[in-house]
C-alpha cells in the first residue's frame, strides 16, 4: 500500500510544476528529496502533516510546506495531511485540545457559547487560551508521533509482506 497507493493519491512534481502560482518559489521546490517517497520522507511527513493540523492558526499548509522543506521529508504528503483539520473537523479536534489542556492543568472545563465576534474574542478567549494551546500542543506531538510509527511500522510490513510474496513465487516456479 504505502508507495504505489501514495503515489496514486499525491499530485505528481509534473503536475505541480504546472501550476503558475508556484513559480516565484523557483527551482528549489523541485528538489528530488521534496517528492521521493520513502519510509522516512512518508513517516516524517505524517510526523509534521498530523502535528501542524493542531496549530490553531491560518497559514497551516504554509507551516508544513516549510517544515517539510526544512526536514526534507515528502511535501505533497505533508500539506495533505494537514487538510484533516477542516471545518468539519475543527470543532471537536479544537475542543478536544482544549479539554486535554484542562485536564493537564487541572483548571475546569469552560462551557462556553461561541459567538464569531471580537467582544467574544476579546471576553471569553482570554479565560481558555492557555488550556487551549497546551492541548493543541500535545495533541499535535501526539497524532504526529503516531502518525509517524504507524506509517513507519506499515512501510516495514508492507516491504516485508512483498518480500516473503516473491520468495514464494521463487520456491514455486519450476526450475
Not at 504505489?4 to 504546472?18: D, F, H, Y
Not at 518559489?25 to 528538489?31: D, F, H, Q, R, S
Request: aromatic share 14%; hydrophobic share 50%; glycine share 6%.
Amino acid at each position: 500500500m504505502p508507495k504505489k497507493t501514495l503515489q496514486s493519491i499525491l499530485p505528481s512534481q509534473q503536475a505541480i510544476r504546472e501550476i503558475r502560482g508556484l513559480r516565484f518559489l523557483g527551482e528549489w521546490i523541485y528538489e528530488g528529496n521534496l517528492w521521493h517517497l520513502n519510509r522516512y520522507s512518508a513517516a516524517m511527513a505524517c510526523f509534521v502533516g498530523l502535528s501542524i493540523a493542531f496549530v490553531p492558526a491560518p497559514g497551516q499548509m504554509v507551516l508544513a510546506a516549510l517544515l517539510a522543506i526544512y526536514l526534507r521529508c515528502n511535501l505533497p504528503l505533508s500539506v495533505a495531511l494537514v487538510w484533516i483539520t477542516n471545518p468539519l473537523t475543527m470543532p471537536a479536534m479544537y475542543f478536544l485540545a482544549y479539554k486535554i489542556g484542562a485536564l493537564v492543568l487541572n483548571t475546569p472545563v469552560q462551557h462556553l457559547q461561541f459567538e464569531l465576534s471580537f467582544e467574544w474574542l476579546g471576553t471569553s478567549l482570554g479565560a481558555v487560551w492557555k488550556p487551549f494551546l497546551l492541548g493543541c500542543l500535545i495533541c499535535g506531538l501526539f497524532s504526529g508521533s503516531l502518525g509517524f510509527f504507524l506509517m513507519s511500522e506499515l512501510w516495514r510490513w508492507h516491504v516485508a509482506h512483498r518480500w516473503r510474496e516473491r520468495q514464494q513465487r521463487r520456491r514455486r516456479r519450476p526450475q
